[in-house]
């Protein structure tokens, strides 16, 4: 004998999700920066190099130099001079004054006057390529630094955020259920 079956249907439960997303907002100025510089600054006070030349021995060479130092020569000199002259004169006339001679001495004396070079009387200066001196006088420049900067302003601005939230929405897209079906009548007497 067949014993009645009951059926049981079960149909499950479906949800559904439905999501937004969060919004996040970040929003921020840019940083006012100003710049100021002041530049290095340099003072350079130079001054014109000098040379200083002294001919004055080269002078003296050529031309016998200035007045006095060609005076002062030649009066340095005379004493030298005259009493060399001194001495020659006075040999001369021992010579006219020695009677021990036999012929007349004037004539020989005045040949050889003649014929004598005068002597030297150095007037001038040496003459030498060393007569020239030059000095040059050369000063170091004054340098004055001041040195530079920059100055900086830097202003900066807050960060504005904004978050808007995110949304999740559930909703039922099928509810669970049991369906149940009896079995047929069955006639028990039978």
């Not at 510089?37 to 200035?66: E, F, R, Y």
């Not at 004493?79 to 020989?108: C, F, V």
Request: hydrophobic share 35%.
């Amino acid at each position: 004998m067949k014993l009645p079956q009951l059926q049981i249907y079960q149909q499950p439960a479906k949800l559904g999700f439905r999501t937004e997303w969060g919004k996040v907002s970040i929003h921020q100025q840019q940083a006012e920066q100003q710049f100021h510089t002041v530049p290095t600054q340099v003072d350079i006070t130079s001054s014109q190099p000098v040379v200083v030349i002294d001919q004055s021995l080269t002078w003296d060479a050529i031309n016998g130099g200035k007045p006095e130092a060609f005076i002062q020569r030649i009066y340095s000199q005379t004493g030298e001079y005259m009493k060399r002259h001194t001495i020659d004169i006075n040999h001369k006339w021992q010579r006219i004054a020695d009677l021990s001679t036999k012929h007349n001495p004037i004539p020989d004396l005045a040949r050889e006057e003649l014929g004598r070079e005068r002597p030297a009387l150095p007037v001038y200066g040496p003459a030498s390529v060393m007569n020239t001196k030059f000095d040059p006088q050369v000063r170091k420049p004054e340098i004055k630094v001041t040195p530079g900067y920059i100055e900086k302003d830097v202003q900066t601005h807050p960060v504005d955020i904004r978050f808007t939230p995110g949304k999740v929405h559930f909703y039922m897209e099928q509810y669970p259920s049991v369906t149940i079906v009896p079995p047929p009548v069955v006639d028990l007497r039978g």
